[in-house]
C-alpha cells in the first residue's frame, strides 16, 4: 500500500520470549482511515495493539510509522512520534480531575497547547472539568480517555474496545466519536469486541485468530460475509464465543 | 504531660520527614523498603562529616549560630548531606533495586531491602565506630518556656520542627503545583497509562528515590540533632517509620506527615502510663489497630 502511515511485517511477539502470543502477524492501516482489529477472545488483538505502543517486547518483525522503524519503542516516546494509545480499561487517571488529566496529557505531547479545542469537541468535560475522572460514568470516562489521546494531535490513535463495558447508546457515540477523527484526517486502528458495529464504521478489517492472520477485507464487505460466522463459531477454536453481541 | 506532648510532636517531625519518603516509594514501586531508615543514618553520618569538613575550611562556620547549638558548618553540611543521600538512594535503586525489579519479584524486593539495610549499617559502623557521636560537644541548655507545669524546649528542637514543617511545605507545592507533581500523582496511579501519556518511568523513579533520599537525610540530622547519632540509629527508627507509613495510609504524602506526628505523640505520651522500656511496643500497637480498625490507613485509599 502506498499511502501506509503504519505497516505491521512478519510480527512475532509476547511477554516472554519462548511464548509467543502473536505469530508472523502483518497487518497495514492507511492514513486517515478506520481499521478494525477482530477476532475471537485470545486471538492477540489487544496484544498487538499494545506491541505497537512498546507496551510488549518484539521478539521478531518490524513497524514502520510515517517510514521511520518503531519497533521496540519506549511506551513514553510514543506521543512525540505521533501515536496516541487509548487502553481498554484504566485509561484515566482516576485520581486527578479532568482537567488535570488534560493537562498531563497536553504536557506530555510538550506543545503547551490548551484544553479549550477538547472542551469544545466534548461539552460533557468542560461542564466537570473540576470533578475528579473517578466520579465520570463509563461512557463519559471513554470520551476522556480519547479526549487525552487527542491532546497531542496524533495521526494515530491505537484504540483497544473503546466500547466495552459501556450501554449500547454509548458505545455508539464512542464508535461515532472515532469515526469522526478519521474524517478529520486522523487514523485510528480499533480493536473491537463489538463486530458489528465496529465493521459498519470501519474502512478496512484484519481478523485474527490464535495470535496469526486469518483474513483482511474491507469491513462492509465482510460484515456480510458469511466467513465471519465461520471464525467465531467454529475455526478449530474450541473456546471461541459468539463475540458480536457481547459488549451489549 | 505536656512535656511528653511537646517532646512528641517533636519526634514527630522527622519521623514525618523519614515517612514521607517510604510512603513515596513504598507507593510508586510496590514494595515495602524496610532499607528506608538507612537513608537516614547515611543522612547523619554524611552530615558530621561535612560538619568537620566545613569547620576546617573557615573557623567562622564553627561557631554556634545565636541561642542553638548548630553551628553554621552544620546547616550548609545538612544541604550537602541531602544532596549525598539521594545520590545514594538513586545508586542504590540502580545496583540492586531496579535489577531485582525487572526480574518481577515482590518478595525479592522486600528481602533485597533487608539486605541493603543490613550492609548499609555494618559499613557505617565500619568507618565511623560504633559508638554514639555528637554534631556538637557543646551543652544546649534548654529554654524554660513554663515552670509549672515545667516545660523545657531546647533551641535545637525549635530548629528542627521549624524547618521540618518548611520542607514539608515546599514539597507540598511541588506536589500541587507543578507538572512534576502531577506526573508523580499519574504514575503512582497507573505507571503504563502515564507512560504512554509521555512520562518517562525511569526518570519519575529516580526523582522518587531523590525526595526519599533528601527528606531522609534531613531526618536523620534532625534526629542526630535532637539525641546522637549511631550506626544502628536505622534499626531503632525503621519501626516508627513504618507505622507512621502504615497509620496515615502508604501512598498518602499527607498521611505520612500526620502519621509521623501521631506516632510521634503517641509514643512521647505512652511515657506516662507505661515504663519507658515498652515505648517501642507503642508502634506496633498503633500498626495493629490501624489495620484492624482502618486497614488503608487514616488518608490511604484502596487500591487493586
Redesign the interface.
Known amino acids: 500500500m502506498p499511502d501506509a502511515l503504519l505497516s505491521v511485517t512478519g510480527l512475532t511477539a509476547g511477554y516472554v520470549p519462548d511464548l509467543p502470543i502473536l505469530r508472523d502477524v502483518s497487518i497495514t492501516v492507511p492514513r486517515a482511515s478506520l481499521t478494525v482489529i477482530i477476532g475471537p477472545n485470545g486471538a492477540g488483538k489487544s496484544t498487538l495493539i499494545k506491541v505497537i ?1 512498546g ?1 510488549v517486547p518484539v521478539t521478531s518483525g518490524t513497524i514502520i510509522f510515517e517510514g521511520r522503524t518503531i519497533t521496540d519503542l519506549r ?6 512520534q505521533g501515536i ?2 487509548v ?1 481498554q480499561s ?7 480531575t479532568i482537567s ?1 488529566n488534560l ?3 497536553l ?4 506543545s503547551g497547547g490548551t484544553p479549550e479545542p477538547l472542551y469544545a469537541r466534548f461539552p460533557v468535560l468542560a461542564e466537570k472539568r473540576r470533578d475528579r475522572a473517578g466520579a465520570l460514568s463509563g461512557g463519559q470516562r471513554q470520551l476522556l480517555a480519547v479526549a ?1 489521546a487527542l491532546a ?1 494531535n496524533p495521526r494515530l490513535i491505537l484504540m483497544d474496545e473503546p466500547s466495552a463495558g459501556l450501554s449500547p447508546k454509548a458505545a455508539d457515540e464512542v464508535l461515532g466519536h472515532a469515526r469522526a477523527l478519521t474524517e478529520g484526517g486522523t487514523a485510528i486502528l480499533l480493536v473491537e469486541q463489538n463486530v458489528k458495529q465496529a465493521l459498519a464504521r470501519g474502512d478496512h478489517a484484519f481478523v485474527l485468530a490464535e495470535g496469526q492472520n486469518r483474513l483482511d477485507a474491507d469491513a462492509r464487505t465482510l460484515l456480510a460475509s458469511p466467513e465471519l460466522g465461520q471464525i467465531y463459531m467454529g475455526g478449530g477454536h474450541p473456546a471461541a464465543a459468539p463475540a458480536t453481541e457481547v459488549s451489549a | 504531660m505536656i512535656q511528653h506532648l511537646v517532646d512528641g510532636i517533636l519526634v514527630g517531625s522527622f519521623l514525618s520527614l523519614g515517612a514521607i519518603g517510604l510512603t513515596l516509594v513504598m507507593h510508586i514501586l510496590r514494595f515495602a523498603n524496610f532499607s528506608h531508615a538507612e537513608l537516614l543514618s547515611i543522612g547523619a553520618y554524611a552530615a558530621l562529616v561535612g560538619t568537620r569538613l566545613f569547620e576546617v575550611l573557615h573557623p567562622a562556620f564553627a561557631a554556634s549560630i545565636g541561642p542553638l547549638s548548630m553551628t553554621g558548618a552544620l546547616v550548609l553540611a545538612i544541604l550537602v548531606s541531602m544532596s549525598v543521600t539521594a545520590a545514594s538512594a538513586i545508586l542504590f535503586d540502580r545496583l540492586v533495586f531496579r535489577r531485582v525489579r525487572e526480574k518481577g519479584e515482590e518478595l525479592s524486593m522486600v528481602f533485597a531491602s533487608f539486605g541493603m539495610a543490613l550492609i548499609i549499617r555494618n559499613l557505617i559502623g565500619l568507618g565511623f565506630g560504633l559508638h554514639p557521636q555528637l554534631y556538637s560537644q557543646d551543652i544546649a541548655f534548654a529554654m524554660v518556656l513554663s515552670r509549672d507545669p515545667l516545660l523545657l524546649v531546647k533551641p535545637d528542637q525549635v530548629f528542627v520542627l521549624v524547618a521540618a514543617l518548611a520542607i514539608m511545605a515546599a514539597l507540598h507545592l511541588v506536589l500541587t503545583r507543578t507538572g512534576f507533581g502531577f506526573a508523580l500523582r499519574a504514575v503512582a496511579e497507573n505507571p503504563t497509562l502515564a507512560q504512554v501519556h509521555g512520562v518517562n518511568l525511569r526518570a519519575m523513579i529516580a526523582a522518587v528515590w531523590l525526595i526519599g533520599g533528601a527528606l531522609g537525610a534531613a531526618a536523620g540530622v534532625f534526629y542526630g540533632l535532637s539525641y546522637q547519632i549511631s550506626p544502628v540509629m536505622g534499626r531503632d527508627l525503621v519501626l516508627p517509620i513504618f507505622a507512621a507509613t502504615i497509620v496515615g495510609g502508604i501512598g498518602s504524602v499527607y498521611g505520612a506527615v500526620a502519621g509521623g506526628f501521631i506516632v510521634g505523640i503517641a509514643s512521647n505520651l505512652a511515657l506516662v502510663v507505661l515504663p519507658s522500656g515498652y515505648s517501642p511496643s507503642v508502634p506496633f500497637l498503633m500498626i495493629l489497630a490501624v489495620l484492624l480498625i482502618r486497614p488503608n490507613g487514616l488518608f490511604g485509599e484502596a487500591r487493586a
Open positions: 505502543a507496551l511506551p513514553d516516546r510514543l506521543t512525540s496516541a494509545y487502553p484504566d485509561n484515566v487517571f482516576k485520581s486527578l488535570q493537562d498531563l496529557a504536557r506530555g505531547a510538550g487525552m497531542t
